[in-house]
């Protein structure tokens, strides 16, 4: 059976929840689901006590500032890398096997990539920041080598990611932040160094270490194999296909920060960096469905087999963030007064709709980056200008009457009606039937219970 013609929906609910069993794969989504969350359930720790401690040493003044030098570099972690990565996946979950030439030509492709970015963005940060805060363009300058390190980093994990082996994929998931909280703890708070410059270089450490330790392990191939332009050529192409939704994406989830740190002062940006921080936690969650449904999605060759396993990963994405955006909103007052500081409760509300707008997003997300693995990348052009007018619509007005509160209110209508436009695509042009895409039925719930119930068995063993 397959979802092409979507002729018998009761029978593919019900039997939904042994497709995973059932269907050849190269890989176990119970064990990549099992690792992928273990890692993201790290990242996640590690980011919040970072974080908070971020927050606590610098104060809201000193949070902004750090939010500025590091805005450009990792935004251009997507806008600049062209879909590559993602390139890098399919083209790897062709095989079991990485081919040299294919991890050579990704090593080499993305450095390049990266240390030619480096230096325009280094030479385009005077003409970006505003005069009241240019004192920070030199740190935000030498923290753009975050771009060539992490181009490298994703480039090879896709590798990984590709052949099913989210074993080493989740593990350098981990190593950046990790090695990030560990620099705070171990050298920032012992010097009493309690600067957004001695932050930025603690960030910086993570991303450089993970990336030399990446490709460490892929050195020989790397330094024996030449990169060949047609491996070049052909996932650049490729990339490029999913590039301009890539730029739809993050034109609508970055436009918030660019119109706030040219109109806001530091103190807010400061608030809106901390309420971001508490709304994007929680929507780790959905990383595990992004990558292992990105990867399972690809690698199946009948397109209607491809749409029954991406509306599957779905479902499983959206109870999950549904659950997790009410406990994140019912905790987050407690966490920013508790654990961040009282000086930061005037992002309360701001919180608020960035939590929803997050699961909105992370929603999208999982259905956006399936459809590309299915041959299907322009779905999300149109579902993301149309939410990026209406961000736009609302946001200037909305800071100027409400501030922050305002801009976040603009962001989650954005990411609401991205979400809406981009299900009804699916529904009027793949001819996918609305109910695919409701989660809350008994079908689902079955499966989400047979997967925490291997979740349970595996959790916290993460085999490379």
Not at 85 to 106: G, N, Q, Y
Not at 275 to 298: K, L, R, T, Y
Request: charged share 10%; hydrophobic share 60%; proline share 4%.
């Amino acid at each position: 059976m397959t979802v092409s013609s979507f002729e018998n929906l009761e029978t593919l609910h019900a039997d939904s929840a042994l497709a995973i069993a059932r269907v050849p794969a190269r890989f176990s989504n119970r064990r990549a689901y099992a690792q992928t969350m273990a890692a993201t359930v790290a990242v996640r720790c590690f980011g919040a006590v970072s974080g908070v401690l971020a927050a606590r040493l610098l104060g809201p003044a000193g949070r902004g500032e750090l939010a500025i030098i590091v805005f450009m570099p990792m935004m251009l972690i997507s806008w600049g890398e062209f879909e590559f990565s993602r390139s890098v996946v399919i083209e790897s979950s062709k095989s079991r096997e990485a081919s040299p030439v294919l991890v050579a030509t990704s090593f080499w492709v993305a450095a390049l990539l990266g240390g030619v970015e480096m230096v325009l963005l280094a030479m385009a940060l005077r003409f970006f920041l505003p005069a009241d805060k240019l004192y920070l363009l030199a740190s935000a300058r030498w923290f753009a080598l975050y771009l060539p390190a992490t181009y490298v980093t994703v480039s090879l994990v896709g590798i990984d990611q590709g052949r099913g082996r989210f074993g080493s994929f989740s593990l350098f998931q981990i190593m950046p932040g990790l090695i990030y909280l560990l620099a705070i703890v171990c050298a920032i708070l012992p010097a009493h160094r309690n600067s957004p410059q001695a932050f930025a270089v603690a960030i910086l450490a993570g991303v450089i270490s993970a990336a030399v330790l990446r490709v460490a392990l892929d050195w020989p191939r790397v330094l024996r194999v030449r990169p060949t332009w047609p491996m070049a050529s052909r996932l650049l192409r490729r990339g490029f296909s999913f590039y301009i939704p890539a730029l739809a994406g993050l034109a609508l989830l970055r436009a918030d920060m660019v119109l706030l740190v040219r109109l806001a002062p530091a103190a807010a940006i400061g608030a809106y960096a901390v309420a971001q921080a508490i709304a994007m936690g929680q929507v780790g969650i959905v990383n595990p469905f992004v990558q292992v449904g990105f990867a399972a999605v690809a690698g199946e060759a009948d397109h209607g087999r491809a749409l029954e396993t991406l509306a599957r990963h779905f479902r499983l994405a959206q109870v999950a963030l549904a659950g997790m955006a009410i406990l994140t909103i019912a905790l987050a007052s407690w966490v920013i007064r508790v654990l961040v500081g009282p000086e930061f409760l005037l992002a309360t509300t701001a919180t608020h709709f960035l939590i929803g707008a997050s699961g909105f997003w992370g929603m999208g997300q999982t259905l956006e980056q399936g459809l590309r693995a299915a041959s299907h990348p322009r779905l999300g052009i149109a579902s993301n200008l149309l939410g990026l007018a209406v961000l736009l619509a609302v946001a200037v007005p909305g800071y100027l009457h409400f501030g922050i509160g305002g801009l976040a209110a603009a962001v989650f209508l954005g990411q609401f009606v991205n979400l809406l436009a981009l299900i009804g695509s699916c529904v009027f042009y793949l001819h996918m039937p609305p109910a695919l895409f409701w989660a809350f039925d008994a079908a689902t719930f079955h499966e989400l219970k047979a997967a925490t119930a291997s979740l349970r068995k595996r959790f916290g063993w993460v085999g490379v």
